[in-house]
C-alpha cells in the first residue's frame, strides 16, 4: 500500500454488517449501484471510532468492506479521510441520503443517542485497488463484533480474488422474488435487466391488514416499468392505493407470460387471478 501513498499505519479497516435486517440485505446493492449512498452509510461514526477518524484527518485512509460470511469480508474501496464537520440531529435528517437510507431501514442518528451532534466525514474514494471492488475477500480476525480495525495492528490474509463481482447480488428464480415498496428503488442493474424483459401478473400485498392488489405488466418497460412507477409515487395511479402506506408493501411475481403475448390476453390472466385470489372489492383492492 506505500507504493500507493497509502500508510498502513493510517488506515482503518471497516467490515460493514448492518445490525437493520432490511439495511444489511440492500448494502451491497448500495456498494454496487449507488456508490454515494453507501458511502454515505460509512461518513457517520460512532463516538470512539469519530476519535480515531479525526487523528487521521487529512492523512488517512479508510478501507471499506462489507460482511460477506462469517469470518470473511468483501472489498468495496479505498477511502481518503479529507476532514469533518459537526451535524446537528435536525441537520443530519435534512441530508437527503440519510432519510433515504432511513427508508431502507437504518436507525441513523435517533433522538436516544446522548450527544447533541455526529461528526460527518468527508471520505473521498480513491481509484486504489478498484478493479478488486466485489472481488477481494479477505479474512476477518475474531471477534466478529468488532467491526472496525487499524489496518497495522492486524493480520487479515486475502482468501480469494474472484472472477466476478460478489457485490452483484445473483438474480433470483421470478418466484422466488418478495420485495420491499424501498428496495425498488435501490434494485441491482441484474435484476433491473430481468425485469425490464419480463412481462406477467404482479402481486401486491398489504402487510398491515392482508389485503392485495393484482395488477400487470405489459409493453415498453414490462415489469420494471410498472414497479418504478410504484417507487415513484407509491400507488402507481391506482385509485384504493393511494391512501395507504407503501412501506407496508411487498411485491411478488404470480405468472410470467411470454413476451409476445398480446395485450388483451395479458389483462384476461390478470383477471382471473383477481376472481381467483378474491383481491376486488371489499375484500382486496382492485376496483375493477
Same mark, same amino acid.
Given at each position: 500500500?506505500?507504493?500507493?501513498?497509502?500508510?498502513? =499505519?493510517?488506515?482503518?479497516?471497516?467490515?460493514? /454488517? @448492518?445490525?437493520? $435486517? #432490511?439495511?444489511?440485505?440492500?448494502? +451491497?446493492?448500495?456498494?454496487?449501484?449507488?456508490?454515494?449512498?453507501?458511502?454515505?452509510?460509512?461518513?457517520?461514526?460512532?463516538?470512539?471510532?469519530?476519535?480515531?477518524?479525526?487523528?487521521?484527518?487529512?492523512?488517512?485512509?479508510?478501507?471499506?468492506?462489507?460482511?460477506?460470511?462469517?469470518?470473511?469480508?468483501?472489498?468495496? =474501496?479505498?477511502?481518503?479521510?479529507?476532514?469533518? /464537520? @459537526?451535524?446537528? $440531529? #435536525?441537520?443530519?435528517?435534512?441530508? +437527503?441520503?440519510?432519510?433515504?437510507?432511513?427508508?431502507?431501514?437504518?436507525?441513523?442518528?435517533?433522538?436516544?443517542?446522548?450527544?447533541?451532534?455526529?461528526?460527518?466525514?468527508?471520505?473521498?474514494?480513491?481509484?486504489?485497488?478498484?478493479?478488486?471492488?466485489?472481488?477481494?475477500?479477505?479474512?476477518?480476525?475474531?471477534?466478529?463484533?468488532?467491526?472496525?480495525?487499524?489496518?497495522?495492528?492486524?493480520?487479515?490474509?486475502?482468501?480469494?480474488?474472484?472472477?466476478?463481482?460478489?457485490?452483484?447480488?445473483?438474480?433470483?428464480?421470478?418466484?422466488?422474488?418478495?420485495?420491499?415498496?424501498?428496495?425498488?428503488?435501490?434494485?441491482?442493474?441484474?435484476?433491473?435487466?430481468?425485469?425490464?424483459?419480463?412481462?406477467?401478473?404482479?402481486?401486491?400485498?398489504?402487510?398491515?391488514?392482508?389485503?392485495?392488489?393484482?395488477?400487470?405488466?405489459?409493453?415498453?418497460?414490462?415489469?420494471?416499468?410498472?414497479?418504478?412507477?410504484?417507487?415513484?409515487?407509491?400507488?402507481?395511479?391506482?385509485?384504493?392505493?393511494?391512501?395507504?402506506?407503501?412501506?407496508?408493501?411487498?411485491?411478488?411475481?404470480?405468472?410470467?407470460?411470454?413476451?409476445?403475448?398480446?395485450?388483451?390476453?395479458?389483462?384476461?390472466?390478470?383477471?382471473?387471478?383477481?376472481?381467483?385470489?378474491?383481491?376486488?372489492?371489499?375484500?382486496?383492492?382492485?376496483?375493477?
Amino acid at each position: 500500500m506505500n507504493k500507493r501513498g497509502i500508510d498502513p =499505519g493510517k488506515v482503518i479497516v471497516m467490515r460493514h /454488517r @448492518p445490525f437493520e $435486517r #432490511e439495511l444489511a440485505k440492500v448494502l +451491497p446493492w448500495l456498494a454496487a449501484d449507488k456508490p454515494d449512498l453507501f458511502n454515505a452509510y460509512q461518513q457517520t461514526q460512532g463516538e470512539k471510532l469519530e476519535r480515531t477518524m479525526r487523528t487521521l484527518e487529512g492523512a488517512g485512509h479508510v478501507a471499506s468492506f462489507i460482511g460477506h460470511e462469517s469470518g470473511k469480508a468483501l472489498f468495496v =474501496g479505498i477511502y481518503e479521510i479529507a476532514a469533518s /464537520r @459537526p451535524l446537528s $440531529r #435536525e441537520d443530519y435528517w435534512k441530508m +437527503p441520503a440519510f432519510t433515504e437510507l432511513k427508508s431502507l431501514g437504518m436507525k441513523g442518528f435517533t433522538d436516544d443517542q446522548d450527544r447533541e451532534t455526529i461528526l460527518w466525514f468527508d471520505l473521498n474514494l480513491t481509484d486504489a485497488f478498484a478493479d478488486w471492488k466485489g472481488k477481494l475477500v479477505i479474512g476477518w480476525p475474531p471477534p466478529e463484533r468488532s467491526w472496525w480495525r487499524r489496518s497495522h495492528k492486524n493480520e487479515m490474509p486475502i482468501l480469494a480474488v474472484r472472477e466476478e463481482s460478489g457485490l452483484d447480488a445473483a438474480m433470483p428464480e421470478w418466484n422466488a422474488i418478495d420485495l420491499g415498496w424501498h428496495e425498488l428503488a435501490v434494485l441491482p442493474s441484474q435484476w433491473r435487466a430481468a425485469l425490464s424483459h419480463w412481462r406477467g401478473i404482479y402481486l401486491i400485498f398489504d402487510e398491515c391488514d392482508g389485503k392485495s392488489y393484482v395488477g400487470s405488466a405489459y409493453g415498453s418497460g414490462n415489469l420494471l416499468s410498472r414497479w418504478t412507477e410504484y417507487a415513484a409515487s407509491g400507488h402507481g395511479g391506482n385509485r384504493l392505493l393511494r391512501n395507504r402506506d407503501p412501506k407496508s408493501f411487498r411485491f411478488t411475481i404470480l405468472q410470467r407470460v411470454s413476451p409476445d403475448m398480446n395485450a388483451e390476453d395479458v389483462i384476461r390472466l390478470e383477471s382471473s387471478w383477481k376472481d381467483r385470489l378474491h383481491t376486488r372489492v371489499p375484500f382486496g383492492l382492485n376496483d375493477n
